[in-house]
């Protein structure tokens, strides 16, 4: 298997199954403090992007909604809290983060009607149009064949159903930007150290940021994916995006 190394040094030359192998070992090594790795990293914002996420999706009753790459679970217990009944799929392709998840939907008094499905979101297991809602939040950048992803996002969605993607982005400040990606050059690897006992765990992360699309890009590989009005919300100086669409 690749190391994380390899990833680290040169993000771009790695193929899918080489960066889909990377990602698993990344999140086994992470599963356990994820959440509070992430409230520490992003210092706390993370829980406002994602809340301003699920309200831009709006879900109602009785939608079927799919948080794909859901990891924990963060994203399906939120948005069950804007309605009264409805399930909610969470897809993700890694046990130890739906462990951690099933264990949070069980806990929550909004997790009753949360399931969990172990599978690559490169290739979902769900019928075509069957879903109302489709939320992803920090996945599609972990991804090995990002496009993919996308296209099968659009599949499984009804024509007027909605996709909302929450991910970090490139802020459009040239020196904000750099002050950035030193920030998460030295927090992340340091964060990773602390919880994992290796820096390298969250240098991936710090990588798959640095490499990941503009906005804009994103947008645009949304559309050839096959969705239309898209659009974004810059969040925190640009550091994350919110974008969305809609299945024509």
């Not at 799919?66 to 939120?78: P, Q, V």
């Not at 024509?159 to 998460?184: H, I, K, M, N, T």
């Not at 804009?216 to 559309?223: I, S, V």
């Amino acid at each position: 298997m690749p190391s994380l190394r390899r990833f680290i040094n040169s993000p771009t030359t790695l193929g899918s199954r080489a960066k889909d192998a990377l990602v698993q070992e990344h999140f086994n090594a992470v599963a356990q403090h994820y959440d509070l790795a992430n409230s520490i990293m992003s210092l706390g914002l993370h829980n406002l992007w994602k809340k301003q996420a699920v309200e831009i999706l709006d879900p109602r009753p009785n939608q079927r909604l799919a948080d794909i790459c859901g990891g924990t679970a963060d994203l399906a217990l939120l948005a069950q809290r804007y309605r009264d009944d409805g399930p909610v799929v969470v897809y993700d392709l890694n046990q130890a983060m739906l462990d951690k998840g099933l264990a949070k939907s069980v806990r929550s008094p909004f997790g009753r009607e949360v399931s969990m499905v172990r599978g690559d979101a490169q290739s979902l297991a769900l019928a075509d149009a069957c879903l109302d809602g489709v939320m992803v939040g920090f996945g599609v950048r972990n991804l090995g064949d990002m496009d993919q992803g996308l296209r099968e996002m659009a599949r499984v969605l009804r024509p007027g159903g909605r996709l909302v993607c929450l991910e970090f982005s490139q802020p459009p400040s040239a020196w904000f930007g750099r002050l950035y990606d030193l920030y998460s050059c030295l927090l992340m690897p340091l964060v990773g150290r602390v919880f994992t006992g290796s820096w390298l765990t969250y240098s991936y992360l710090a990588g798959s940021i640095r490499d990941f699309p503009t906005a804009e890009e994103l947008a645009r590989r949304m559309t050839r994916a096959g969705f239309t009005q898209v659009s974004w919300r810059r969040l925190s100086a640009g550091i994350a995006a919110i974008h969305q669409a809609v299945k024509p």
